[in-house]
């Protein structure tokens, strides 16, 4: 649960060009589903392009404590397959989404930024050892300031001063 960072994309038809795209993740209880997922994103140029969001519900299959198996709910009454594949079982800093088709597939992580040693051997396992072809992956542009960050309800926990855009700031 929390706060997920879109690091990289095969995308669905909402994220072709999206950036800034952050999931927060919610356990909910004594209702249909198991999830709120708070989907934001900026439609293109982080910062200065639209912000848009997309809702969604998710359900835990199995073991609810447990389980990297999830359908995820748009809208009703779709409900899409998407395993956990891939999580630092160490300190939850990334993960990563399949769907079982491999037409898409999400690399997040906790911070809006990813160390190139861990992106990469994601990237080496998606082909290796999921069988992913890595056409159409998408790093999503991930670019910060401090107006932005409190706009979206992020704290400096979750984006430090010092991954914002001095740029901007």
């Known amino acids: 649960m929390g706060t997920w960072f879109v690091i990289a994309v095969k995308p669905t038809v909402f994220e072709k060009t999206n950036s800034n795209a952050v999931e927060k993740y919610t356990r909910v209880t004594g209702k249909s589903h198991d999830i709120d997922i708070d989907f934001q994103y900026n439609a293109q140029d982080p910062l200065t392009s639209k912000l ?17 198996d999830w359908l995820v709910s748009p809208f009703w009454p779709v409900k899409m397959t998407y395993p956990i594949i891939e ?14 088709s491999r037409d898409y597939c999400w690399i ?6 990813m160390d190139e040693t861990v992106y990469n051997g994601l990237t080496e396992k998606l082909v290796e050892k ?20 409190e706009k979206r309800g992020l704290t400096p926990a979750e984006i430090p001063d010092d991954l914002l855009d001095r740029d901007l700031n």
Request: proline letters at 7%; aromatic letters at 10%; a positive charge.
């Open 108 to 113: 997040m992580a906790r911070k809006p930024v």
């Open 52 to 68: 848009k969001a997309l809702p969604q519900k998710g359900f835990l299959q199995g073991n609810k404590e447990k389980t990297g």
């Open 130 to 149: 999921h069988q992913y072809s890595l056409e159409g992956l998408r790093k999503v542009p991930q670019r910060w300031s401090k107006a932005e960050r």
């Open 87 to 100: 999580l630092d079982e160490k300190d939850y800093s990334y993960c990563v989404i399949g769907y079982p």
